[in-house]
């Protein structure tokens, strides 16, 4: 249920229909060319079905599959051009990469460091266990300025820990001011991308949804991407001049300075950062680079991998309070949520270098057909697929979570792409690994099919002798060939996909025939 | 780790691990007289995208097949047309019948316990080249190829087999996917292949991000004679076979490989070639259910052809059909 | 224990090493990589740094203008906001700058000490300022807050930013950029590249969205 305006409320998972509803789902909301796809979930890292289920369902949104056919090849096109040009990409990426791992096993000591020079400057440090610590922190300083709206810059994390649902349970509205945002919000919807976060809308979708949601929409609006961006700044300028607090993330803080930044396009970010007079900046631990010269390092990686850009348009930079310029007041909250669970694994700690530009989302072939909310998480796309799961850990067995590391072909499109070097396809593999040994103690199908073929395969009599069983399939395959239909599971090849028989003689065959017929005792030897 | 983007060898900190460690393995095995793997580790430690046919080099060179376990077993005809290409140009071919498996599968699916035994009887297959016993192995595929070089002995060492986790390191440094073994320490680029088709190929992704083969296989085919090779659109996009992910997530790949399959159509080859038959299996089989006529075909295959023994079959007679692709 | 301790604690026991390093813990102990250019080919203020930084701006729609003396730009100031009804500018802005402002165009003056609010700047049609330096490689202007450049929220709200960058100030690359910014890290910056956009509707990007929807760069010197 919405409060007003598409104020959402927190809604369980439970009572949605399966996943993301099709357009026009009876019980989401119906206008002519949108539903809500994903309301707001319990668990903003854990929502709805495993992945395959949820890709099934999104795969058959056709509407969904074109826009990010050309959202996705569009912005890697763009950040194709603009890395393109620059000679040293590589070492910046080493830069990246290796100043990420530093911060990794410097981070008790960083983190101490930013909280000092935070304070000396006049900011006010606080420090959040979990989401719900880190939402009663966030509620009670609003509270304390007696304020009931605040404005917000896009920030994952605050996505991830449901603030603004915690907000509007104490009364408090918070309106998000980035564009696609505000249209996630109006659309009482989650995110499916990083960085676009409306990703999955076209443009006759956002005029149908600010027609209805916005209030103050233009009745004569068109579907031109300007326009649209135009109601959006009239919708939002009212707020932006009134408003007395604003909640931001941070894309970087340096712990050498104290210094927060926001990285942005639109100047809602400079709007928030610089008007309110209160500031309240809620971040994960991670985000911390060691020295204010670093950020000729990021600076230069992020704007190109993210948006495509040589720069993105404004960038705010602050420390502490600066009296008589921006809020007077200065809040910083310090996440864990489950980063410092991931930082134990030495291997999956590498996923918190990311530094959310979203490369990896647009290269990615799954994400591109599938979308985001497939993932069930803020965090989609293949950063996803390794963040969440050890953000949240497994609740067992039955956790969807668990099905995120085999949501990839192992392809590597995104290592290629990643500003810091996160060796997504090796952590995933890992994640794996980890997802099949907590399970041991069940004998799966799965499992006792790689036990068997980890048996076979360990000495190679056996694995002649499977050879020679495998002529079975000739049978199957009847005179034609081929298989054309198999039983579950193996329909879920034979679907899409014909299996060749075996052939009637394996190569290992063909050898001792060709190489070894005149003396069997060289067998192994060549001719 | 997987191999950095720019440059062939692998990733940061191992990157040092590799080199060093085929330095001390080509110390302590003086190897045969010929020197040659000596050579091909000194061209692996400083590789570069191009590199120059090693010197004083000349045939036969003795080289181990790692045929793979698919290819052994379902696509026999990678392995045959490997071992025909490298016997004609000169070389010596032995396959050691020990072989099964690079592990790759069960690492790939997370059963690294059970990865370990196929690893082992892969490593003690292949550890007569340590001895000098071969010069190089040779994989059919990159995908195999990138097990081996960036995944055994990770696996081993997680395992606590420190010391399979070496040999398996000192193994992989000796071993080549069929483009590399060719381009880069034979020194070749024309085969004197002969195959008069409309060709178009595939570069998979784990030879594409993994290896790192770049344009070698197209080199290659480019000097085939009577070649009609046709550039494939979108041809870096992975095919969405992902080993088991074909199968845990069905419906996602499904929407990959038609997506490969329509740009496949579009260039109107006859031939699909890639480097390895487990994409091949994959896009084939696709192929093969919308009849589209299109049939693929290993690199090796294709470089094993010549105007006296050609390797492409105008069509099958069903019953004798070795694998409808 | 505090919520503090408690994180910290936990962050310590995580990065403990205990030995098996497979992942990252191997680049940990690596250096840092800095084999990136810290320097560009084009000195500061040269003729080539400035031919870039224009082609960068004028790719990102901002309007750039030459002022080789403070008469010309004087002049430009006065031509650009001839249609001005009134223009605020900060305390450090030297007298001779808006010299060339026509009579319709009121002078609004805004410092630390003497604040415009929001509302009031919303009023006002544009903004006068320097900059601390530009970045040639990417286009950037870089706002520190200082006298000649004033509180954030001038060059924010009204519409339109005339924003002079001295030609001494202009270096090739950003390196270069954050080792002069470096000395006085604390200082609240505005990082500027083009007018605002967006690109969040089918990744389209247009042009001015809250932020000045009109930059004009001049460039004196």
Redo the contacts between chains.
Sequence with gaps: MSTFLGFPTRRGAKSLPDGGAPPGTPGTTVGPGWATDVPHPDAPLRWGETFPEAARQALQNTQLRRNLAHATSTIRAKRAAVVGEVPDWEELRDAGSTIKAHVMSDLPQLLEELERNVTARGGVVHWARDAAEANRIVTDLVKATGETEVVKVKSMVTQEIGLNEALAEEGIAAFETDLAELIVQLADDMPSHILVPAIHRNRSEIREIFLERMGDAPPDLTDAPRELAMAARAHLRRKFLSAKVAISGANFAVADTGTLAVVESEGNGRMCLTLPETLITVMGIEKLIPTYQDLEVFMALLPRSSTGERMNPYTSLWTGVTPGDGPQEFHLVLLDNGRSKALADDVGRAALHCIRCSACLNVCPVYERVGGHAYGSVYPGPIGAILTPQLTGSTGRSDPNNSLPYASTLCGACYDVCPVKIDIPTLLVHLRARDVDQDRGRPTAWGAAMKAASFVMAKPGRFELAEKAGGVTRVLGGSTGRITSLPFPGSRWTDARDLPVLPKQSFREWWADEHTASDPETTGDAR | ??S????SMV????DTVWSDHSRLIAEQNPGPARAMPRQALAARRDQTESHRPLPGWSPPV?IALA?T?I??????QA??AT?RLLERLGH??????????C?Q???????????V??I??HVE?FAPALDGEWDAIVVPSGSCTGSIR??QA?VC??AGQERLGATAEALAAKTYELSELLVDVLGLTDVGAHFPHRVTYHPT??S???IRVGDKPLRLLRAVEGIDLVELPGA???C???????????????????DKMTNVKSTGAEVLTAGDYSCL??I???L??LRTGVRTMHLAEILASTQDAPTFEPA?S??E????? | MSARDDILARVRAAVINDGAHLGDAVAEQAPVSRGYRTTGEHSPGSAEAIEVLVDRLVDYRALVHRAATTEDLARTVGELLAGARSVVVPPGVPTTWTSGLADGTAVVHDSREDRRTAAELDHVDAVLTASRLAVADTGTIVLDGEDDQGRRAITLVPDLHVCVVRTEDVVHTLPEAVTILAAHPTRPQTWISGPSATSDIELSRVEGVHGPRTLHVILLG
């Design positions: 780790m997987w950095d983007h720019s440059r990733y940061s900190g191992s003795r045929a376990c290819a052994d077993a379902m696509f026999p392995p045959q071992v010596q071919v032995y396959f050691p019948e020990q072989q099964t498996c592990g599968m069960h690492v790939n699916t997370g059963y690294f316990d059970e990865a035994p196929v082992r009887n297959t960036h995944q990770m060492r997680r992704c784990h594409l991000r993994m870096e996009s992975c969405g076979f992902g080993g088991t992910f074909a199968l845990k997530n069905s419906e996602t790949s499904t929407a990959m490989l038609g299996m994959h084939g089989g696709g093969s259910k099958r069903d019953d059909t070795e694998a409808a692709r």
